[in-house]
């Protein structure tokens, strides 16, 4: 009996897939250094390795990693983070804030033709890949999830549904999205983005825009098929502000998990998410500098 005992054990050791080797740091901060990062379970405090983070997000039908959208190190451990947990768990859907519906068709069509061996040249254009979002961040992993057997899935308004909500502001449904609690310090942070400078007639215009990106990427998550997997900015995948709230005022049961990747000095707390993945900061950047109203 103890001898079979052990074989079961070596067979289920050998099923464990090794994870792939996490990327080095690209921040000036960081490159000299060659730990992974501190990683914390932000309900517990404990400090967790890479592989335990993946074991403790693989079993989750939904995760939901927010990024820094300018940090190279935040893109290059998406990557990481998604070839990790496929080979831990087959994957049902990426979903993607950088994808905007109207390109759905265009995605699905690429993987089409990708699964058929068929070379794409020019990809950015083959998915009209919107400028503002760099394709040298975003290229290496909209490449990998195309050449997968799950799909890769638009997360975000296009740009005729954001001009028409901020239009008409339509009505907003559910408790807890639509609470002060909520939409007093997405208010707040819509003034400090634009550098103070927007004048306060057009906040709850981009209040409204901010809350219907959030509201559809939480009706994509709820119909992507599980496991789902969405990358986004942090404000959009904050559990008390973001996406998670639009999931519950929808009626949706499905236990997601939130990981933030933030720079080391920035604070990230459990009401805001269930893990954080500190990583080397960058040289701030003033966005304000040259920023018109």
């Keep these: 009996m103890r ?28 490159r000299e250094h060659a730990d992974p990062g501190q990683i914390v379970d932000l309900h517990t405090g404990q400090r967790l390795s890479p592989q335990q983070l993946i074991e403790h997000l693989a079993p989750a039908p939904r995760v939901l990693v927010g990024e820094a959208h300018d940090n190279p190190d935040h893109h290059a451990l998406q990557l990481w983070l998604l070839q990790a947990l496929e080979t831990q768990r087959a994957q049902g859907s990426l979903l993607l804030e950088m994808l905007t519906s109207e390109q759905q068709g265009r995605v699905d069509a690429v993987r089409a ?12 254009a083959a998915l009209a890949w919107q400028a503002g979002w760099s ?25 005729a549904q954001v ?3 901020y239009r ?14 909520v939409q007093g310090p997405l208010l707040a942070q819509i003034g400090t983005s634009h550098c103070g400078k927007l004048p306060k007639s057009k906040l709850p215009a981009m209040l ?8 559809r990427m939480a009706t994509a998550l709820e ?17 008390d502000l973001g996406v998670p709230l639009h999931l519950v005022d929808l009626g949706d049961k499905a236990a997601s998990r939130v990981l933030i990747l933030a720079e080391e000095g920035q604070t990230v707390s459990a009401a805001a ?21």
Excluded at 208 to 215: A, E, F, G, H, I
Excluded at 273 to 293: I, K
């Design 3 to 30: 001898t079979l005992l052990v074989f079961v054990a070596i067979l289920l050791a050998g099923c464990q897939a090794s994870l792939p080797p996490l990327p080095a740091w690209q921040s000036p901060a960081g």
């Design 113 to 124: 033709r990708m699964a058929e061996g068929q070379p794409v040249t020019d990809l950015p």
């Design 135 to 159: 394709w040298k961040l975003y290229g290496p992993i909209v490449r990998h999830a195309l050449a997968q057997p799950y799909p890769l899935l638009a997360a975000n308004l296009n740009r």
């Design 163 to 165: 001009r028409q909500v």
């Design 168 to 181: 008409k502001r339509p009505a907003l449904s559910g408790a807890l999205s639509t609470s002060a609690l």
């Design 208 to 215: 409204s825009v901010q809350q219907q990106r959030d509201r």
């Design 223 to 239: 119909a992507a098929p599980q496991p789902g997997l969405l990358f986004a900015g942090t404000f959009h995948v904050r559990r």
């Design 273 to 293: 998410a269930d893990y954080v993945w500190y990583t080397p900061a960058w040289p701030v950047r003033d966005y304000c500098a040259d920023f018109a109203s």
